[in-house]
Each structure stands twice: as C-alpha cells, then as structure tokens.
C-alpha cells in the first residue's frame, strides 16, 4: 500500500528527538572506518612484508584513532565523564559495545604504531623486541578492525530515528566497504601496489551496493537520502568513489594518478558518512517520516487481523478512513 | 535476560533482577476530563527543580512548551478541531499546513516551531466560541454552543516495559526501578546523548547548559515513600490517575467503555497493551482522536526488537570485510 503523502500531526512538530550529536560524530564515522581500514591495510602488508605500506597504514591507523578519541569525548555533554563509559558491558547498547572494541582497538594499534619506532632507537634491548610485539599488535588490531568499522552502523540503526533503523540491514555494509576503500587510499598514496587497489575495488564495491539499497529499498525513509544536504553528499560520494576507482585500477604504475584516486577513495569515505548522517537527521527532524511508515503498518496488520475486526479496535481500520478523509 | 528481554509482554522489574518487586505503578491520563489547567506542569517543576524554559509564544493555542523536554517532564497539549468529526477537520489542515511550510525545528525550549502561524493561521477561519458565561455549558438549554472542541492532553515519559533508552544507554545512568519505572541517574550520566534518538516517542532530552539527559523519574523519590507523584497529586479534574498498574487498565477499560456507551465513539485506549510495540507504557492514555494529532507516535516499536538481528548483519558485513581484505593481499607478488 503506498501511503498518502497527507498525515496529521501536532503543529507540524517532530515526533522523536533528532540525536543531539555534532557533525563530531559524524567525523568520528570516517575516522573510525578509516582507522580500521589502515590496520587492516596495515597487517595486509605486514604479512606480505611491504615496509612502505605496513608502516604508512599503522600510522593512518593510530592518527586515525586519535581523532577519533577527540571526536567522541568532545561530542559528550559531559566530556570530563567520559571514563563512565568503562562501568558497564552492555550487549543492548551499540555504543557501550563500541567503547569496549574501541579501546581494544586503540591499544592494539597503538602499540603496533610505537613499534614502527623501533629504527630510530639506539641498539639494544628494546629496538629488538619492538618488531615482534609490533607484528603481535599489529595482527591484533588487524582482528578488531572489522568489528570497529561495521558496530557503527548498528550504532546509527539501533535508534528510533526513521531512516536510519530502517536501514540497519546495509549500514554496516556501506560502512564496512567506506572503511575498506578509505584504508585502499592511503595504501593508493603510500605504496600504489595491486593489494590496494583490488581494497579499493572490492570496497567500491561493496560500499556502492549498500548505499544502493538505501536510497532506492526504504519507500518513503529511503527520501531523505535522495534530498537535500544528504542527497548532495551521498551523490558527491557516488562520483568521488568512481573517481577513486578508475584511478586506482588505471593509474596503475602512476604515482600521481594512484595518489590522486587514494585522496578521492578518502574524500568520498568521508563525505558518504556525513551523508548517512544528515539524511537520518533529516528523518528525525520531519513528523511524516514517523507517522506515514507507522500508519503503513498499522494498515498491513489491519488486513492481516481482517477476521478479528470486532477486537482490533480503534487502530486499524479508522487509520484507513483517516488517511482518506484528510485527503480530501 | 528472559526469553521476552528485548520483545513482548513482560513484568519488567523481576525481569531487571529485581526478587521481590513491588506492583508496578504507573500513570492514566485520561485526556477526556482534562482542563488544560498545566497544574501538573508547574508541580513538575516545582517537586524536581527543573530549571525555566523560557518565555515563548508559539503560535500553537495555549501550548507554549511546545513538547517534552528535559526541562519539561509534563507537557500539556491544545488541540483546536472545529466540528465533532475529527478527520477532514480545518484544524487537522492547519496541521497539515504547518507541517509543510518550514522544515527546520528544534526540541529545544525557545527554538521556533516548525509552524508559519500566518499561513496556518489563514486555513481555518476565525472561531466564535461563544461569550463567557457563568453558568456550566449546556446547563441553559438555549445557550449559544458552537460544534468546536478543544482537546488537551498531558503528555509524559512512557515507562516502557522495553524502554529504548535505557536499552542503549552505555554508561548505565538510566535505570530500571523497583516499580518498573525508568530513571536517569544524573551523577552517572555522561551526556552521550545516545537515549535522546533511541525514544520511540521523542521523550527524553538532554538539557543545553548542563549536558546530561533528564526526563520524568515518575517521582522516583515520592512514590518509594508511598506520596503520589506530584503531578498526579496536583491535577484538579483527575485525569492524572497515578496507582497499580493493573488497576489503573482495569479502570481505564471501563472508562472507554462508559464514554463509547455516552457516544463518544472516538476514545480509544493508548499505550495500554502489552503486546504492542514496547510491550505496553507504564504511564498509558484515554485520548480523544488519532495519537499523531497529539505528537504521539501511531505505532512506536522499541528499537531493540531488531538489535539481534542488526549484530548478525554487522557481523557479516565484519566477515565480508575481513575476506575482502585477504583476497586482496592474496596471489602472488609482482
């Protein structure tokens, strides 16, 4: 049944509460996938031993997790609180399971970047056993790292805001494949080699599909993403992320064209996840996106119970009279 | 966790580990008999010490709170309808009107509404209501009386039984009580923000200027000393009913039923059912016409009830990432 584009609300005011966060955690997405995907870049190159490339993603992958530490504290009302976060382990809470893999993470790699120190150390003891905690380190965080690019998107989903839960089957897909793509892009610039670019590929690839089913599966919450400051950017990401990969898969042997289409795969990381982030604002901001997709479904069950009329009582059916009356 | 944590009907407290919960207690308001007085407002404010919102004029009858907030736990709502018949009324228009003329609003107090009064204004013609009179309406039986009706509602945090705030709240600042209320603990609380989008009905609020999330604690700290919280014990008409939530459903069927009976077929029941999207409110409604015409959500579903399935699909997306990558580093090297 489509729905009528006519609803009644209470002086055209929202219905739930937009989240009252920055376009900090908006950022945080970025930084955050993009961390992940540096270590995960970063293992990759360490286990098929490319220096250049191992070194450049542990890096990313610890500047990244910095920014993204700001950008969490910093978003808090409370920041000075931020150690509560610790008190509990709570599987029902997306963003207290993403403290404790961020935390994972974040010593993971840090220890992994601290070893990359190692050569600027005097000979001795500790320039000897930095490499192999490092690589212990390193492959651990190479393990959290999907986690930490993928919780995210339950995060955003797990909320009342429309378009955002309605999206909770591909979030953690685009996510996961920004992540992939934003981690090609700094293999792109640092060491253009075929491992980084088939990551730019097969995260394009993902992250294009799912970005995909959400603009174009979600009926009306599908809206907000097509529209306004949401639609410019995610279509900005669309064009960013084609960019990158032509680069990336033309430009082989190129450094420029190769550093160029990593910067573009970053850009497009970065610009998608502010995307998806105002488009479920956008949601939350306009009552229709509450009632219209509620009404649809009373509507449905309404059908469903047809026999139990008598007993379904005020929701079902003078929902359809309603949604015709105020048409008129 | 009970097979029906996330979902479903359920005693909530026993279930949060509470051995020898107390009943669950609860509010009735029933909208048919209130006044629109906003008593419960200010008692609200004054038992808990909520700071000022403002002064707004905001166009929307006499409602200048505009919405919950997390300085307003009890919001009193005006609704203007010409005509008995709800639906296709100029008010529903103005609404509609209003909810189209200005995208950009705001939950906090002193932010303009999405509403261009003007326009909204210009739908519906102006209303004779009738001079004031001294006697009670419809007591004179020639007495001039229009067909308008004005609806009023006081609006209040829910309780849920699955209460989506509390679900996704990290640090643990929000919490289930003996009676089976949800409460901030505000020495807790971190200000994350996460409980604000995760309310199905848009309850919760973090207050601007002090950075944590408040809302409507049922007066935890009367009703462990058996007081009635304070809205409830200021309401002057009773459409605040504060007690057992078992009786007050009791009492809150047979109340629709007596008004259907008296012909006013439009009362319903809100939030009353346990096996609705959040498996029934603890604080539940006897409303007048659809909830959306009172900002209430038509069918709110705790977004719980999909968490298992969202973690199964962020952890394939996690194992696509994790296979994506080894394809990559793969084969032999150049």
Not at chain 2, 116 to 133: C, E, N, R, Y
Not at chain 2, 197 to 216: F, L, N, S
């Amino acid at each position: 049944m489509v729905p009528r584009a006519d609803f009644r609300s209470y002086y055209g005011r929202p219905i739930v509460k937009p989240a009252p966060w920055t376009h900090d955690i908006a950022a945080y997405l970025f930084t955050g996938g993009l961390a992940a995907g540096s270590a995960l870049l970063a293992a990759g190159g360490q286990l098929t031993r490319r220096p250049g490339m191992r070194r450049a993603g542990r890096v990313t992958a610890i500047g990244a997790v910095a920014a993204s530490g700001y950008f969490l504290v910093a978003d808090l009302g409370r920041p000075e609180r931020f150690l509560n976060m610790l008190r509990v382990a709570k599987p029902t809470s997306p963003m207290s399971v993403g403290t404790w893999i961020f935390s994972a993470f974040s010593a993971a790699a840090g220890a992994a970047a601290i070893a990359e120190a190692a050569p600027l150390l005097p000979p001795g003891f500790v320039r000897r056993v930095l490499p192999p905690l490092g690589a212990a380190a390193g492959i651990g965080a190479a393990v959290v790292a999907p986690a930490l690019a993928t919780y995210t998107g339950v995060l955003l989903a797990n909320t009342a805001t429309p378009s955002w839960h309605a999206a909770y089957p591909e979030l953690p897909f685009v996510f996961a494949g920004s992540a992939l793509a934003s981690g090609a892009g700094v293999g792109l610039i640092a060491d253009p080699s075929p491992p980084a670019r088939r990551m730019a590929v097969l995260g394009a690839a993902v992250e294009l599909y799912g970005a995909h089913r959400i603009e174009t599966t979600k009926g009306l919450l599908s809206e907000p993403y097509a529209t306004g400051r949401a639609g410019r950017l995610l279509r900005a990401g669309r064009a960013l992320t084609a960019a990158g990969v032509a680069g990336a898969v033309l430009g082989r042997g190129n450094r420029v064209v190769s550093a160029l289409s990593g910067l573009s795969l970053l850009a497009a990381s970065a610009v998608t996840r502010f995307g998806i982030f105002e488009g479920g604002m956008a949601s939350a901001r306009d009552p229709k996106y509450t009632v219209l997709p509620q009404r649809e479904r009373l509507a449905r069950r309404a059908l469903l119970d047809q026999p139990d009329i008598s007993t379904g009582e005020s929701d079902g059916i003078p929902t359809v009279r309603n949604s015709i009356d105020t048409g008129e | 966790m009970g097979s029906n944590s996330l979902y479903g009907p359920l005693d909530p407290a026993p279930d949060a580990g509470y051995p020898d919960a107390p009943p669950r207690m609860g509010f009735f308001t029933d909208t048919s008999v209130c006044i629109g007085c906003k008593a419960c407002e200010v008692a609200c404010k004054e038992w808990n010490a909520i700071p000022e919102d403002g002064f707004n004029l905001l166009g929307q009858s006499y409602d200048n709170t505009g919405g919950l907030t997390a300085n307003s736990w009890r919001h009193v709502a005006f609704i203007e309808q010409p005509g008995s018949s709800a639906a296709g009324s100029s008010a529903a228009q103005t609404a509609m009107v209003a909810s189209t003329t200005q995208p950009q609003t705001g939950t906090a107090p002193g932010i303009p509404p999405a509403i261009d009064a003007l326009a909204a204004a210009g739908t519906a013609g102006p209303q004779f209501l009738g001079m004031p009179q001294s006697d009670l309406p419809g007591r004179t039986a020639d007495a001039p009386r229009t067909d308008f009706r004005w609806l009023m509602m006081s609006n209040v945090c829910k309780h849920c039984t699955h209460a989506g705030c509390l679900d996704v709240c990290p640090t643990g600042a929000l919490f289930r009580s003996e009676f089976g209320t949800v409460v901030v603990q505000e020495d807790i609380c971190n200000g994350c923000g996460y409980c604000i989008p995760a309310c199905p009905y848009g309850v919760i609020d973090r207050r601007e200027e002090d950075g944590r999330a408040w809302k409507c604690t049922l007066c935890y700290d009367r009703i462990g000393d058996g007081l009635t919280p304070a809205c409830a014990q200021a309401c002057p008409t009773q459409s605040i009913q504060y007690g057992e939530l078992d009786e007050l459903r009791t009492r809150a069927a047979a109340r629709v039923e007596s008004l259907q009976a008296q012909g006013e077929s439009s009362a319903r029941l809100y939030g009353h059912s346990e096996d609705d999207g959040v498996g029934g409110d603890g604080a539940f409604f006897l409303l007048l016409d659809e909830p959306e015409v009172y900002g209430l959500p038509p069918d709110p579903v705790v977004t719980t009830k999909d968490l298992p399935d969202m973690w199964k699909r962020a952890g394939l997306a996690a194992l696509v990432m994790a296979a994506s990558v080894a394809v990559s580093f793969l084969g032999r090297r150049p």
